[in-house]
């Protein structure tokens, strides 16, 4: 199994609603990532869990909670969301940190969010 | 400052032709990976291909290959005899491999290729 995958692919939700993202690989990837992509711009990243501990939180607002339960699974709580964070959430994994071999991220195919 | 450079906004390219897609860099860590990505209007980000700090050949994957050029400080990613269906937007990336060894990807501002029949 060499893929990554998220749902749900759409999401439409309201300013007061509470809503999670998931991301799954089996690939035994050591690292996983969300990155949020707004319309024609590079993703960014947000979040990085290494070992299922969170290692960077990038300044993210705290109406997103990520959460590891295990090494195969990343979620990602919304709550309380503003109209500007519509975006694609993109989830990566990877082998290895760093920038060596093993280290390429291998991404789903992103939840696109609609806050209302 | 922008760590990843991407010169060229939008490329219309001729169907069979090679194309190149411009990337330079800037980092001071001697450790460090690229990765150039392609991303179709569906949204996925594909990995295309690697190249190591380290590496002392250009990294090649089928048509795609990597001219790395360590002084200069660029990763050109290659495609020859392009297709219809390599129409899509190309993000050329860099993770530095000493930063603690938790970071993520940095990426440029991309490339839109369009292939023309």
């Known amino acids: 199994d060499t893929e990554v995958t998220q749902t749900p692919k759409h999401l439409v939700m309201g300013m007061t609603n509470k809503k999670s993202l998931k991301c799954e690989q089996h690939?035994?990837?050591?690292?996983m990532y969300w990155y949020k992509q707004k319309a024609k711009k590079p993703p960014e990243l947000m979040f990085v869990y290494s070992y299922e501990k969170l290692s960077i939180n990038e300044s993210v607002p705290s109406r997103f909670s990520p959460e590891c339960p295990n090494s195969s699974l990343l979620n990602l709580h919304l709550h309380a969301l503003q109209p500007e964070d519509s975006a694609l959430y993109l989830c990566?994994?990877?082998?290895?940190?760093?920038?060596?071999?093993?280290?390429?991220?291998?991404f789903g195919p992103g939840t696109r969010l609609t806050v209302l | 400052a922008q760590k990843i450079t991407q010169t060229q906004p939008g490329m219309f390219v001729q169907e069979k032709e090679a194309v190149t897609l411009d990337c330079t860099y800037d980092t001071s860590d001697p450790s460090y990976g690229l990765f150039w990505y392609k991303q179709p209007s569906s949204g996925e980000m594909i990995f295309l291909i690697y190249q190591g700090s380290y590496d002392q050949q250009n990294a090649t994957e089928g048509r795609y290959s990597l001219n790395f050029q360590k002084a200069r400080k660029s990763a050109n990613l290659v495609i020859s005899a392009s297709q219809l269906g390599d129409s899509a937007m190309y993000f050329c990336a860099m993770r530095e491999g000493n930063r603690g060894g938790a970071d993520g990807l940095t990426f440029g501002k991309g490339t839109h290729l369009i292939i023309q029949p």
């Open positions: 690939m035994g990837h050591r690292a």
């Open positions: 990566a994994s990877s082998q290895d940190m760093g920038g060596g071999r093993n280290s390429e991220q291998f």
